[in-house]
């Protein structure tokens, strides 16, 4: 394969998961300077994206990938997104772009900070005047809670909108969800069946409405068995390493718990649960038998770990976002459920409950 071939796959594979709905696609110097080629070399590879229909000339001569081509001919969907997004989040942008492709239509994304930023404002008061022509709204939920206001805004917004990891169904709102319906209680109950004592909670996620939801969720199912044990809770700050935090949390508690104890632990997201498989390695705690961990999602890191946790296996959005686009595309009526989340739960069993 040819150098400006590699760099032509990279750019390719960069574009599909969305970087450059995050920073602006190389010129040819910056590209060249950044793959350590010649300009020659990275202007072909521009090029064969150009041909291949990925990228547009815009009028100014720049390229810019044929998505977030903002004077495409193709109906336009912004998206709202934040700042700061986690693995699952990620991978959920990923879909959401395939799912455009697949719908024909444009995305013109934009980054805000929280929901107080003034982005968020401006679109769901709908003043767009930038861009009329707007189909619909998906908007990406920060880790942060929900203010009444912004909640009561988005039920008001009155055009085609979809919420991605906040159900707001009961406000008549289109919303997706990662992580199926259940998958705590599911979880829950392997921890309860594979063990005999009391089962833990270990959460380092800011506390919005899903988190908030799946405490609730491991609360109601232990204390009906009998077997509620203690419960971790210390998010971490905005922005901060969740899975660093987890470790160093996860150390803390491990310790206070003692080499001798039995103990079951549910992991409320992958980041929680890979800190503290790192946390019981550092303090050499054989995880599996006496100490059994599980998380409640995964992103697919879980099963390639060592030992592979157990945990609810990702669910692919894409066809969901399709649906969704289609539905703002042809400004149709929503017909199906307004909650995406999946009805099936695929339960991972890794080694981390597995025992010897």
């Known amino acids: 394969m040819l150098k400006f071939e590699r760099i032509a796959n990279l750019l390719e594979s960069r574009v599909e998961s969305g970087v450059y709905a995050l920073r602006e696609l190389p010129g040819e110097e910056r590209l060249a300077e950044e793959m350590g080629v010649s300009r020659r070399t990275s202007r072909r590879a521009l090029l064969a994206l150009e041909q291949k229909g990925l990228l547009k000339r815009l009028a100014n001569g720049r390229l810019k990938p044929v998505t977030l081509v903002e004077e495409s001919a193709d109906p336009v969907v912004c998206v709202l997104y934040p700042a700061w997004r986690d693995i699952a989040g990620s ?20 980054q805000y900070t929280g929901w107080e930023d003034p982005e968020v404002t401006r679109l769901l008061s709908r003043s767009v005047g930038d861009r009329p022509d707007l189909r619909g709204v998906v908007l990406f939920a920060p880790a942060e809670t929900m203010s009444p206001l912004i909640r009561r805004q988005i039920a008001d917004f009155g055009a085609h909108l979809l ?15 990662g992580a199926p319906a259940g998958a705590t209680r599911r979880v829950a109950e392997h921890l309860l069946q594979e063990s005999g004592g009391p089962v833990d909670c270990f959460n380092t996620q800011p506390l919005d409405e899903i988190i908030t939801g799946r405490l609730a969720s491991f609360r109601q199912l232990t204390e009906e068995a009998g077997r509620l044990g203690g419960i971790v809770n210390d998010p971490v700050s905005n922005y901060g390493d969740p899975i660093a935090h987890a470790r160093t949390v996860g150390r803390r508690y491990l310790s206070e718990l003692g080499p001798d104890q039995d103990r079951a632990i549910l992991c409320l997201t992958e980041a929680a649960a890979v800190g503290l498989l790192r946390a019981a390695h550092d303090l050499r705690l054989e995880v599996g038998d006496r100490l059994k961990i599980a998380a409640v999602n995964d992103t697919g890191l879980c099963q390639n770990l060592f030992p592979s946790v157990t945990s609810v296996r990702p669910r692919d959005t894409t066809q969901d976002f399709e649906a969704c686009l289609c539905w703002m595309r042809d400004r149709t009526a929503w017909s199906d459920p307004h909650l995406l989340a999946g009805d099936h739960i695929d339960l991972f069993i890794g080694e981390s409950t597995a025992g010897p």
């Open 91 to 110: 991978l959920m942008f990923t879909a959401l772009h395939h799912a455009a492709r697949a719908a024909k239509v444009s995305l013109w994304p934009r």
């Open 163 to 177: 919420m991605v990891g906040r159900d707001l169904t009961a406000d008549g709102v289109v919303s997706l969800m």
